[in-house]
């Protein structure tokens, strides 16, 4: 019976996509007949309806079968072409950097490049300093990272990269010329993107360092600890009246972060409204005169060894009287390397950020990874 039905459903498809729908129905009404042993000049009214029933209702399930065993198959040879069932392992050690490229590691990097000082600490906090084989000139945290071969920064020395025979190269976006990258990959050297926008992207980044690295479990929990750290600080600042601020990144010409830094958001949860958030870009030109006119009630100088702005130009800032900042004597100081750098430090970037803009809630310390 089985293989009739099977036999006419298939006259039953053909006709209906023929669109010979007269054809389909006498088709449906002769198998009904048989089934129901009615002669067919006797069937009911009905009973083609019976018929067309059944036949569509075998024909759904031969297609769900047949789709089963094609996917079936399809899985078994890609368990055979790659040597893993069903490919089960691609996926956890498959990646897409910030660029959208897409990456594939076999195994774990057992020797790493890291192109910027803040994936050098990711490194070290997730315990996978040893992996290390070269860094940045600016690359001075923690204290063990100055003892790496160093390779330059923005124009890193290609030769002497190289010769470290790296399985990996970590680097930024933002700094690391397009052409450094392209004669990395005609090398045949795996290159990783990372470009932090916002604090889940630094997040996110180091949970990604740990799956590439097998520490999950010690980038996870620093994940989890910073997460609970800017929760911290929102709860405090929630109720607190935003005030204004200006981060001068650089004096001459003066530069400042906008939307689309991972700085600005900092700013914005530790309580503060950036005076350059009508800007376009994440590291804008400012003019005195906006700034001026947006009256900053805070003035907030990035420090530092390697990079900040030299005491000189912070006081030269002190002729504009009219300004509330400099009327109330709100001119404060921050480490460059911890606020500037998206890496597992900003935790403490936002206490002191809070502490700063609003002394009066004084924001309790933050975790050290």
């Not at 956890?92 to 890291?114: H, Q």
């Amino acid at each position: 019976m089985f293989g009739a039905l099977k036999t006419v459903s298939s006259g039953v498809l053909a006709s209906c996509l023929a669109c010979d729908v007269r054809a389909a129905v006498r088709l449906g009404y002769s198998l009904a007949a048989a089934l129901l042993e009615t002669r067919f000049e006797r069937a009911g009214s009905r009973t083609w309806l019976y018929g067309l029933f059944l036949c569509f209702l075998w024909m759904n399930g031969s297609v769900v079968l047949a789709h089963d065993e094609v996917s079936d198959m399809t899985r078994r040879q890609q368990g055979i072409l790659t040597g893993m069932p069903f490919m089960a392992h691609v996926s956890s050690r498959s990646f897409v950097d910030d660029a959208g490229r897409k990456m594939y590691l076999a195994k774990t990097p057992a020797r790493i490049v890291s192109l910027a000082p803040s994936v050098t600490e990711m490194l070290f906090a997730i315990g996978a300093g040893e992996q290390l084989v070269g860094v940045t000139d600016f690359c001075d945290y923690p204290p063990e990272a100055s003892t790496k071969p160093k390779l330059g920064y923005a124009h890193p020395n290609l030769e002497s990269l190289m010769a470290l025979q790296p399985d990996l190269v970590l680097a930024p976006q933002e700094f690391l010329k397009p052409d450094i990258i392209l004669k990395l990959e005609q090398l045949k050297v795996p290159v990783f993107i990372l470009s932090a926008t916002t604090v889940e992207d630094i997040l996110g980044h180091l949970q990604t360092l740990g799956r590439m690295l097998d520490r999950s479990v010690q980038a996870n929990a620093i994940a989890m600890t910073l997460r609970q750290d800017v929760a911290a600080v929102r709860l405090r600042t929630q109720k607190v009246s935003p005030v204004r601020v200006l981060y001068v990144l650089n004096s001459q010409p003066l530069i400042t972060v906008g939307p689309g830094s991972f700085i600005d958001q900092l700013l914005r949860i530790a309580g503060g409204t950036n005076v350059a958030a009508q800007s376009q870009l994440p590291y804008p030109r400012l003019s005195l005169e906006v700034v001026l006119q947006q009256d900053p009630e805070v003035l907030l100088f990035p420090i530092g060894k390697a990079e900040g702005i030299p005491d000189s130009e912070q006081q030269t800032w002190r002729q504009w009287q009219t300004m509330t900042a400099v009327r109330r004597g709100r001119l404060h100081q921050i480490p460059a390397d911890l606020l500037n750098r998206p890496g597992p430090r900003i935790g403490q970037a936002l206490t002191m950020l809070v502490n700063i803009l609003h002394p009066e809630i004084a924001a309790g310390p933050s975790s050290q990874p």
